[in-house]
């Protein structure tokens, strides 16, 4: 595929341009010690993804802070480890502490010179605003979870993120999805037409980590160990 030929990227934030499992595991890491759970940070991770998974899904409105505080619960329901209020809120209230990527502020700038770039999160409003401090970029919009009243994978995200695109005159089938998770993202967005770019942050690792696996197979158009080298591929264009 050639990029220069879109107009538009959107991208995933939390898995793609922000380290949410560093951020998740900085919380879990000391709640499953001070527990005395022996599980490492990527077991907790693994065990973790399924019931954000769940909470996203059956709990569509919530907002995220209220998400990760039930996610939370659900694993210490599973692995018979007590959830104070004070354990819940910790991770409630972590996600503007979440660390950028080191490549992303560069790669963003970078893209923001060829391209409009628009944000899908799965995140609220507040929370996103915090970790929009730490990428430093303008985006051309923003899509929350809190804005469609649903979260990834859900079809009515990619839908809302179609719909916004040709609000911003976009035209049909110059819209590119970048994006970390095969589960929130390239599966949807392929389903519905959408061309991908796979930022393979766990290249280097296996499992999924706190992305649960894709239910069904899925082909991105590209992929990429970073946003650094998707943006060097871009420029060497």
């Given at each position: 595929?050639?990029?220069?030929?879109?107009?538009?990227?959107?991208?995933?934030?939390?898995?793609?341009?922000?380290?949410?499992?560093?951020?998740?595991a900085a919380v879990l890491g000391p709640w499953?010690?001070?527990?005395?759970?022996?599980?490492?940070?990527?077991?907790?991770?693994?065990?973790?993804?399924?019931?954000?998974?769940?909470?996203?899904?059956?709990?569509?409105?919530?907002?995220?802070?209220?998400?990760?505080?039930?996610?939370?619960?659900?694993?210490?329901?599973?692995?018979?480890?007590?959830?104070?209020?004070?354990?819940?809120?910790?991770?409630?209230?972590?996600?503007?502490?979440?660390?950028?990527?080191?490549?992303?502020?560069?790669?963003?700038?970078?893209?923001?010179?060829?391209?409009?770039?628009?944000?899908?999160?799965?995140?609220?409003?507040?929370?996103?605003?915090?970790?929009?401090?730490?990428?430093?970029?303008?985006?051309?919009?923003?899509?929350?979870?809190?804005?469609?009243?649903?979260?990834?994978?859900?079809?009515?995200?990619?839908?809302?993120?179609?719909?916004?695109?040709?609000?911003?005159?976009?035209?049909?089938?110059?819209?590119?999805?970048?994006?970390?998770?095969?589960?929130?993202?390239?599966?949807?967005?392929?389903?519905?037409?959408?061309?991908?770019?796979?930022?393979?942050?766990?290249?280097?690792?296996?499992?999924?980590?706190?992305?649960?696996?894709?239910?069904?197979?899925?082909?991105?158009?590209?992929?990429?160990?970073?946003?650094?080298?998707?943006?060097?591929?871009?420029?060497?264009?």
């Amino acid at each position: 595929m050639r990029f220069t030929e879109y107009e538009a990227l959107s991208f995933d934030c939390y898995g793609t341009l922000i380290n949410w499992e560093a951020g998740i595991a900085a919380v879990l890491g000391p709640w499953a010690r001070s527990r005395r759970l022996t599980l490492n940070d990527e077991q907790l991770l693994t065990a973790y993804s399924a019931h954000q998974a769940t909470a996203e899904a059956e709990h569509p409105t919530e907002l995220y802070p209220d998400i990760l505080a039930r996610s939370l619960r659900a694993l210490g329901d599973e692995l018979g480890a007590a959830v104070s209020d004070a354990d819940a809120a910790a991770l409630a209230t972590s996600v503007p502490v979440w660390p950028a990527f080191e490549d992303s502020h560069d790669a963003l700038a970078m893209l923001g010179t060829r391209f409009k770039l628009i944000i899908l999160s799965n995140v609220d409003r507040d929370s996103f605003a915090a970790s929009n401090t730490r990428l430093g970029v303008e985006f051309a919009s923003i899509l929350t979870a809190q804005d469609i009243g649903s979260y990834k994978p859900s079809p009515r995200n990619i839908a809302a993120l179609k719909a916004e695109a040709r609000r911003l005159d976009i035209n049909d089938g110059k819209l590119l999805h970048v994006a970390q998770s095969l589960f929130h993202d390239h599966l949807p967005a392929k389903q519905a037409g959408l061309p991908t770019v796979w930022i393979n942050r766990r290249h280097d690792r296996p499992g999924w980590g706190a992305t649960p696996a894709p239910p069904a197979d899925v082909t991105p158009d590209a992929e990429f160990p970073s946003m650094a080298a998707f943006a060097a591929a871009v420029e060497a264009e």
